[in-house]
């Protein structure tokens, strides 16, 4: 499929080892696709080093580059809402700036998206260390069962979506990293909209430091999903019944 237009978006916290290069490779790509029009907007997540200068620096080179900031530090499920809800074009991707997809590999995203509203990638040989590849697989299987998502690697940061999809679900509410993924899948899936995938190389980490490794934390997410599964699917279907009841 070919777009006329996109929007892409990257989350950023303290990259200043990683984010020039990902915009770089960003441009490159977006002026082969043939696009009438796109932006790229990075969503500088209160970052303490040299990111937001550097980003200052390209965003004078690409009057199609621009940067919103968070003051202070929101977490990564913020600084993605940021990215859904002030991205403009009928489609949007967004990918992390750490440097460990191929941005080149959105066409493979974009192959898929007249089959579907939103493709999601899957992590080909994920080069994480063991205890993260893991908690990921556990995560996506508990994910899985909890919401009937039936998604590979729900956490993969390069997604493809119609912007028609974050327009008509309700609002994300998730401000935790390991929060927004699932719930932005799940709403998705219970709106009635379909969800491809695709596999996309997946690559280590050659500067800067992975953050959400912390055991409180992923425990903390754990506890957070359970309530999650709670407000979108129980609370719901009780008052489905309700509803049902009344009539």
Not at 33 to 42: N, Q, T
């Amino acid at each position: 499929m070919k777009l006329d237009s996109l929007s892409v978006f990257m989350p950023a916290y303290n990259e200043e080892g990683n984010i020039g290069a990902a915009i770089e490779k960003i441009f490159t790509v977006l002026k082969k696709l043939g696009l009438k029009s796109y932006e790229v907007l990075v969503v500088n997540d209160g970052s303490t080093d040299k990111t937001e200068t550097i980003v200052k620096k390209f965003i004078k080179k690409y009057p199609q580059l621009r940067m919103i900031t968070h003051s202070p530090n929101k977490g990564y499920g913020e600084a993605l809402k940021t990215g859904f809800y002030n991205c403009k074009y009928n489609y949007i991707v967004f990918i992390d700036s750490d440097g460990q997809f191929d941005f080149a590999e959105v066409t493979k995203l974009i192959d898929k998206i007249d089959q579907a509203d939103m493709v999601v990638g899957y992590r080909i040989d994920r080069k994480d260390p063991m205890f993260r590849k893991i908690n990921g697989w556990g995560w996506t299987l508990l994910a899985n069962i909890l919401f009937g998502i039936s998604i590979r690697d729900v956490d993969c940061a390069f997604k493809l979506t119609k912007k028609q999809v974050i327009d008509s679900i309700p609002h994300l509410e998730s401000t935790r990293g390991g929060m927004i993924s699932p719930e932005l899948l799940a709403r998705t899936k219970n709106s009635g909209f379909t969800i491809a995938e695709v596999g996309v190389h997946h690559f280590p980490r050659e500067s800067g430091k992975q953050t959400g490794s912390n055991l409180k934390v992923i425990i903390r997410s754990f506890a957070d999903l359970f309530r999650l599964w709670w407000k979108i699917k129980v609370k719901a279907h009780m008052s489905n019944l309700k509803t049902a009841s009344q009539l």
